[in-house]
């Protein structure tokens, strides 16, 4: 029984066809197809078929036939995102040649473009369903330029396909295409021409009117910026900065009515001042006493004037002297007082900004006020504009040396 099914077996195995086999070779280094060198360099690989092929074979013919397919990936710099990545704009994924082409006869097509700083060589292609033209241009400048294809088939709607060699990307740079139509007849101009036409001839009345509109918006300007500038300086003059509060000072001699009041009345109307007088509170000196009330004036004001003249009782005429304001009339004269704060000022080294010396004629300090040279003296009224400004603005500073030196002449002696 064993033989038998041995012998069974066997002949079932005899009449099961063989299983096929895979024959594999080897060759010397790499493909001879790898070593040929392309002008173009594909993209990668995005899809990739394999199907097997039915064919009428005999039987006992065990090949298997296959069809592959293949897909190359799209340039990943013409992507949405990518295409502002450094290396593609470098390979010009953000230039635009803007093609324009058109048929201009039956053997020629004009191709006009802008090129790229990335380089400095283009190849123009004209392809129908077969390749029926080509030429190159160089031009290193940014700039739009023109060239004229030669074809050797029909043109019109033709891919007219621009090929750049940047310097990044050699022979595999992002290419651009346009279409080839037919160009304009000779002597009928474009809606876009005739539009230039007509811009021509306005251009030179729109220049015109945009110059006498910028003429006048300056001048507008400037006026406006004028006024603005002298309202402002009013308004600062007049409203908004105080007056000047002045303490007024003058030896008994001096007369009221033609020395004093009319220096008043300068102050008053001309260097804008508010003016303090004795003569003029006259209750509240006996109510504080004369050194109290000059001193409390002292602190109070801006600027302690002393007021000389050499005019004397001669300067006074009999009107004067017999009227009240007479040089005789003063009762309390202050100008010791002041002279006496001015002295301890002048030893403290403060306050000392504050005073100032006028006076009308030629004028010699006495040797019992001589501390008040180191005072600003003004002549009036041909010291008058600078007199103002020192109310209004400066400060003289007088050296240390030239205080000391006053003080040990004349104050040391009070």
């Not at 799209?74 to 704009?89: P, V």
């Not at 082409?101 to 191709?111: G, I, L, Y």
């Not at 009345?205 to 945009?210: I, K, Q, S």
């Amino acid at each position: 029984m064993l033989l038998v099914l041995l012998s069974l077996a066997a002949l079932c195995w005899g009449a099961m066809p063989p299983e096929p086999t895979i024959q594999c070779g080897s060759e010397p280094g790499l493909s001879p197809e790898w070593m040929v060198r392309h002008a173009l360099t594909p993209g990668d690989l995005r899809d990739l078929r394999v199907e097997p092929i039915k064919s009428s074979v005999a039987v006992e013919d065990y090949s298997i036939l296959m069809n592959i397919s293949w897909i190359l990936r799209a340039d990943g710099c013409l992507d949405r995102i990518m295409k502002y990545k450094k290396k593609c704009i470098e390979a010009g994924s953000l230039w635009d040649p803007n093609i324009t082409a058109c048929k201009k006869s039956e053997n020629t097509v004009e191709v006009n473009f802008t090129t790229s700083p990335l380089g400095n060589r283009y190849m123009a292609l004209i392809q129908n369903s077969t390749v029926i033209g080509t030429s190159y241009v160089s031009e290193k400048e940014l700039t739009r330029t023109s060239v004229v294809v030669q074809v050797t088939g029909e043109s019109e709607g033709a891919v007219v396909q621009l090929t750049p060699y940047f310097r990044t990307c050699g022979n595999d740079c992002i290419r651009r295409r346009g279409t080839v139509v037919r160009c304009p007849h000779t002597g009928v101009p474009f809606p876009q021409d005739q539009s230039r036409s007509m811009l021509s001839g306005w251009l030179p009345l729109l220049l015109l009117a945009l110059l006498v509109a910028i003429w006048v918006l300056a001048g507008g300007i400037y006026l406006t910026r004028r006024h603005e500038r002298i309202k402002k300086t009013s308004f600062s003059a007049t409203i908004l900065l105080p007056p000047i509060k002045v303490l007024v000072v003058y030896p008994s001699e001096i007369c009221f009515h033609h020395t004093v009041c009319y220096f008043t009345r300068f102050l008053q109307n001309h260097c804008r001042s508010e003016v303090i007088l004795e003569k003029w509170q006259k209750k509240k000196i006996a109510e504080m006493g004369p050194v109290q009330w000059l001193t409390t004036q002292k602190a109070a004001a801006d600027k302690v004037i002393f007021l000389l003249s050499n005019d004397g009782n001669t300067a006074c005429d009999g009107t004067c002297s017999n009227s009240e304001g007479g040089p005789h009339e003063n009762s309390q004269d202050l100008f010791p007082l002041a002279f006496n704060l001015f002295c301890s000022d002048l030893r403290s080294q403060t306050h000392l900004h504050k005073y100032v010396v006028v006076y009308f004629r030629e004028v010699d300090i006495k040797d019992d006020y001589s501390a008040l040279s180191v005072c600003p003296t003004y002549h009036l009224m041909k010291d008058a504009p600078a007199f103002c400004k020192e109310l209004l603005h400066a400060e003289q500073h007088v050296s240390v040396g030239r205080r000391l030196q006053a003080c040990h002449y004349s104050c040391s002696s009070l």
